[in-house]
């Protein structure tokens, strides 16, 4: 039933278009009717648009001629004036419509990658570090909305801008059409060919910006140490460096720059200089009129941009692509640890956890990181112990479910977990981690993480056992303090103190504490023991600590080794335990 | 993405502060050659960018539609036209490349000195000044802010100069040719910069708010990943959910604010310059009738009135660029003014202190000191500690030991009182003299990545032998033989990750290879490995040896290596003396040593 080994790797096989597409296609559909009236507009905007060189044209031609009237000019100028009117306001729909459209798109994604990112279990945490998904969740969502946004309007704008400018064009001359033409296609060459090299280096130059930033704030941080080591010189001439690339980096974005924007003014210029030499000759000899000139070099500007956009578009359209696949990358991850159909938690008195011949490898180890382990947490303090890397946080995520585990292993009430949903397992332990994890949220809010609608007594009755209360009293505030940056700063201790009341509060039959008392002092260590102790009467604790004073008070003393457990019983039988001896003797006062 | 700048709760530079001009432009002092050449390419792009249309012009009016001269003629004086037409394109192609490129160089010289001189500023600041600034702060000042005055050099002095000069220009060319039509082209001027400052107003709203709940987002992602299995174990997947849900939807939300913003102002732009085209036809054409102008003229007229509004789109957008540089501007030299408090006191003798080199005494003679006034970290402290004497410090979290070091090592200076090493004060002593003579050995590290050889040697000078020498005596060649490599192993960022143990034996190799006279060890409070903790205990024996040593202990067995203890509680020493001392009498000490549950 469960696969362990069978984890994909973060590289997989290249996925179609058409899956990608069927990742923001449902969007696409449900708002189909905002879409088609942001599009309409904007046609109807290029359209407009090519009108208003006409009534120039026609201005032109009768002065030209000399039948110009003063009510005829009048007339023309409000046409255009009304034109662009329309224009302005057309231009304001399609904007808020379409553009408006990405970011739906982009809101819709979001959501949805954060609701399967928090389905994930830890094999997947493993593969994915918070800095790709959070480069995925803000990066390659901008570039998606990007594509899907301006990206879709330059298209169809440049699309039906450039045919019926070239349409106009042709109409009036084929020949000078052709002419004005000959440099574009360098212009579309140029952009797709720089824009493309400017966003590689580009990205360099991002890369020594962080890099650049990363090792300022390490050595401001540790600016206590640099002083006592005297090392200011080393590190002034390490950022010197940094700062030498990333002036280098930058120069090397400057030049594709300097180059991108000027070409498409150039290319520009070299048609209006081809137009006003050949076009000049045509006017000269009478095959086209002065009017048809003028208006030509308007209908020219406007093929600039998109040609411009041509380039630009491809480009963008590539990014967002390669983004989506990133993020259906995640997407179509799945939980290995789950696996239904399941069988309904057995209600009984007593909550046991048992594991038989437990084994587990992570998938990139080469040695087992448990090693058939043969254990029963049932009522009562398992205290255990063990040197760093024997596996004891390794068990503790096992028995969380955060981690796959094969058939006939791993027991809670009985059941085989692989039946059990992890919901059901879950909901009945609490657990405390090694580094404890605390929210920028108030301090109540903390503790009561995994029971929002505790009562503030309760809250504070947990938070009297984890011994933090005092502490929370002196913060301005007290329980309504905000934790985090701008608000109170914890120390180790106290945060370990605080995740601890969190896991009290939920009041569940098994309580997992994972080495997390370590950085509580002597004083308040034995305070939280006897909080821990009362609070958990009756039920099950599993408390792993290097803390001889500590494991004493467990009913039981497990001592793992290298995934293994080589020894346990209760404080008194250990001592005949060579590691455990040297362990209490270490800490112990030899008077 | 459109950017208006790093802002910093909402800060706006003064954009009429001359001071801050002045210091601005003494950064650009070196560069006077290259920035003159910026200005001269500047004047000409942006005259052949005018004469573009002016030649069209006479294209027209002297060649295409001169009915009055012969063919060939019209064609061959087109042809020169022409011409000079294409000598401008090439200027101009030419010259804005190297004027991007110039202004890159020399906005990126500028900043990377400036950059330079703050990071060195910052280091010989002392402990009191970070201790008042978070060091994300300072290294915004790093980076942001510098990053914000070089967009201002590069893109928008430069572009706000050129576009400056182009629009004096084309209402020069405009003036010239027909100063009625010109005087009617000139009412879009204050319509032009109307527009633009209402709308760079609401653009740098919206900008920020959009910005600001993008990194509510983000702050919230990173929170809710790192404790994932925090919000699984607690089933908080659904709360987390509709949290991110809400800030998510808060953040569309903006966006169309965004987008209304924008979608506004473009179309306002080019409606005003369609409103410019059918003025020309309309008031123009008249003029033509009554030929005060020519075709080619009126065509010029079109043509000039497209370059005026064609840098109006970005216009607002620097300007608020420019408003953030000249915040970080004043952030930055602000930072640059920060003094440190730690003066050298004149009066050392570096020969007197060397002959002293092999004592390591240490008086503490009534040191006082606090961070604020009226909140005493120490007080009253009186400690004579004599040379080779090993000396444990004892007491609660919060109770001034670690102060103590500090202040011994000279990151603070004490309030009132003196500290004498050898006999010497320790402001008179130059600060890397001092902290060569007090090695410290604290709970964190600096690790450079780099190989661990060269964490230990840092900034001495490289001797294999005396290393080897100091491995072998303090037997933490183990540790080192424990490391895939050996003393050549990486380590730090992306290469080996030392256990919290390991970087201590390591930071006590760093400090030995000082050779110090006096050793400072903040022993680690949270539990390290046994092995580690084992060959720490062996090289705290070998370490200490002749030399006078400091320990902040948490371990019974460190503290009972010393030849004295000293109790402390709020700042100030309420007892000393030996462990057996200690324990005979009912001392705070026994207490504490009683809570440790080690009476067997």
């Known amino acids: 039933m469960q696969d362990v080994s069978g984890s994909t790797s973060p590289t997989t096989i290249p996925v179609s278009l058409r899956t990608l597409l069927g990742l923001i296609g449902p969007t696409f559909r449900r708002h189909w009717l905002r879409l088609l009236g942001g599009f309409i507009a904007l046609v109807v905007v290029d359209f407009l648009q090519l009108i208003i060189p006409r009534f120039v044209k026609t201005a032109v031609d009768s002065l030209t001629a000399q039948t110009a009237s003063q009510p005829q000019l009048l007339q023309l100028s409000t046409m255009i004036l009304l034109c662009a009117l329309m224009v302005a306001i057309l231009r304001f729909s399609w904007r808020y419509l379409i553009i408006g459209f990405s970011r739906i798109l982009e809101q819709k994604l979001r959501d949805r990658f954060f609701e399967h990112l928090l389905r994930m279990d830890q094999p997947f945490f493993e593969r994915w570090t918070i800095g790709d998904l959070m480069a995925h969740n803000s990066n390659d969502m901008a570039t998606v909305q ?121 290319v520009g210029n070299v048609g209006m200089l081809l137009l006003l030499y050949f076009g000049g000759i045509l006017v000269i000899k009478g095959d086209i009129t002065i009017g048809s000139f003028v208006a030509f070099v308007s209908y020219l500007y406007m093929l600039i941009w998109p040609m411009m956009a041509v380039g630009w578009v491809a480009n963008i359209f590539q990014r967002g692509v390669t983004s989506l696949r990133r993020i259906n990358r995640v997407l179509t991850q799945e939980p290995i640890v789950v696996q239904p159909p399941f069988q309904p938690l057995p209600k009984k008195e007593q909550y046991t956890y048992t594991c038989q011949k437990l084994s587990f490898q992570y998938s990139e180890a080469t040695h087992r990181a448990l090693d058939g382990i043969d254990l029963t947490i049932g009522p009562g303090l398992v205290g255990m112990t063990g040197r760093t890397g024997s596996g004891k946080s390794t068990l503790c995520k096992i028995l969380l479910r955060m981690y796959p585990v094969k058939d006939s292993m791993l027991f809670f009430q009985g059941v085989d977990v692989n039946d059990l949903s992890q919901e059901d397992i879950r909901n009945n332990i609490a657990y405390v981690g090694q580094e404890p994890v605390v929210f920028a ?71 997992i504490i994972d080495d997390a008392l370590s950085a509580i002092d002597v004083e308040t260590e034995q305070q939280v023991l006897q909080g821990i102790l009362a609070k958990m009467e009756g039920k099950s604790v599993l408390l792993i600590s290097h803390r001889v004073n500590v494991l004493r008070h467990a009913d039981r003393i497990v001592l793992l080794d290298a995934g293994k457990i080589v020894d346990q019983g209760q404080h008194q039988d250990l001592l005949a335990n060579p590691f455990y001896r040297i362990m209490v003797e270490k800490q112990r006062n030899d008077a | 993405m459109h950017n208006f700048g790093y802002s910093e709760e909402g800060q706006d530079g003064s954009l009429s502060d001359i001071r801050l001009w002045r210091r601005v432009w003494q950064y650009c002092h070196s560069h006077v050659f290259a920035l003159f050449g910026a200005v001269l390419l500047s004047l000409v792009v942006t005259l052949a960018s005018l004469g573009l249309p002016r030649l069209m012009q006479m294209g027209i009016d002297q060649y295409i539609v ?426 730090g960022e992306g290469a080996l990750n030392l256990s919290l143990g390991e970087k201590q034996l390591l930071s006590f190799v760093r ?87 080690q009476e067997e």
């Open chain 1, 146 to 266: 990007m594509a899907c946004g301006m990206g879709l309007v330059a298209t169809v704008d440049a699309l039906v801008m450039s045919t019926a400018a070239l349409g106009f064009m042709m109409a009036i001359s084929v020949k000078l059409t052709l002419i004005a033409l000959l440099p574009m296609p360098v212009l579309i060459i140029c952009t797709r060919v720089l824009s493309g090299r400017l966003h590689h280096r580009f990205n360099l130059v991002q890369e020594q910006f962080s890099l650049l930033t990363e090792f300022a704030r390490a050595t401001l941080v540790s600016v206590r140490l640099i002083k006592a080591y005297t090392l200011e010189r080393l590190q002034e001439n390490r950022f010197s460096e940094l700062g030498e690339k990333y002036v280098r980096l930058n120069l090397k974005v400057a030049t594709v720059q300097g180059l991108l924007f000027p070409v498409a003014t150039l």
């Open chain 1, 441 to 511: 949220d108030t301090i109540a809010a903390n503790i009561s993480f995994g029971r929002p609608e505790a009562t503030m007594d309760e809250i504070q009755a947990a938070a009297k056992a984890a011994a933090i209360d005092t502490d929370i009293a002196q913060f301005s505030g007290g329980y309504k303090a905000v934790i985090g940056e701008r608000g109170v700063k914890l120390s180790g201790g106290q945060r370990q103190r605080l995740a601890l009341a969190r896991a009290l509060l939920c009041d569940r039959p098994l309580l």
């Open chain 2, 66 to 491: 001169h009915a009055g001269l012969e063919q060939g003629t019209r064609i061959s004086g087109l042809g020169r036209v022409a011409f000079w037409y294409g000598l401008c394109v090439g200027l101009i192609f030419l010259a804005t490349f190297v004027q991007v490129v110039l202004l890159e160089w020399i906005g990126q010289s500028i900043m990377h000195r400036l950059r330079q001189n703050l990071f060195t500023h910052l280091l010989t600041l002392d402990l009191g000044f970070f201790h008042s600034q978070p060091a994300g702060r300072l290294v915004t000042r790093l980076t942001n802010d510098i990053q914000n005055m070089h967009e201002m050099f590069t893109s928008v002095m430069v572009t706000l100069f050129n576009d400056g000069l182009k629009l004096v220009g084309i209402f020069w060319f405009l003036y010239m040719m027909n100063w009625h039509l010109a005087l009617v082209m000139t009412i879009f001027i204050p319509l032009a910069v109307l527009l633009t400052v209402i709308f760079s107003r609401f653009a740098r709203v919206q900008f920020r708010a959009i910005r600001s709940q993008l990194a509510k987002i983000n702050s919230f992602l990173a929170e809710a990943l790192a404790g994932i299995g925090v919000i699984q174990a607690f089933g908080g997947e659904g709360r987390s959910r509709n949290t991110l849900a809400a800030l998510n939807q808060e953040y569309m939300r903006r966006t169309f604010g965004q987008i209304k913003v924008f979608g506004a102002f473009m179309p306002l732009i080019e409606l005003m310059g369609s409103m410019a085209v059918a003025l020309i036809i309309w008031y123009g054409g008249g003029e033509v009738m009554q030929e005060q102008l020519t075709i080619g003229e009126l065509a010029a007229f079109i043509f000039y009135m497209r370059l005026f509004f064609q840098p109006l789109r970005e216009l607002s957008q620097k300007y608020s660029i420019v408003q953030s540089a000249m915040a970080s501007a004043e952030r930055i030299f602000q930072t640059l003014d920060a003094k440190t408090s730690l003066h050298i006191v004149p009066g050392f003798d570096q020969k007197q202190f060397q002959a002293l080199r092999n004592q390591g005494k240490i008086d503490f003679q009534d040191v006082h000191f606090a961070y604020e006034k009226g909140k005493p970290i120490l007080s009253e402290i009186n400690l004579h500690i004599t040379p080779g004497e090993t000396l444990a410090l004892v007491g609660s979290t919060g109770a001034g030991k670690s102060t103590l070091i500090s202040l011994l090592s000279r990151f603070y200076d004490p309030v009132s009182g003196q500290i004498l090493v050898d006999g010497v004060d320790v402001r008179q002593v130059p600060l890397a003299t001092l902290r060569q003579r007090v090695g410290i050995i604290m709970q964190d590290i600096f690790i450079l990545p780099d190989t661990v050889r060269a964490n230990i040697i840092l900034d001495q000078a490289d001797e294999p032998d005396r290393l080897e020498h100091i491995l072998e005596q303090t037997g933490l060649h183990s540790f080192i033989d424990r490391l895939p490599q050996g003393l050549d192993s990486r380590i």
């Open chain 2, 511 to 597: 400090a030995l290879y000082r050779d110090p006279t006096i050793l400072v060890l903040d022993e680690a409070t949270a539990s390290i490995d046994t092995e580690s903790e084992n060959m720490l205990e062996q090289a705290i024996e070998a370490g200490f040896k002749g030399r006078t040593s400091l320990v902040i202990a948490h371990r019974l067995s460190t503290i009972r290596r010393a030849d004295r203890i000293v109790v402390m509680d709020h700042g100030k020493i309420i007892e000393q003396g030996s462990h057996d001392e200690l324990m005979a009498t009912d001392t705070l000490y026994r207490s504490l040593v009683r809570l440790d549950g």
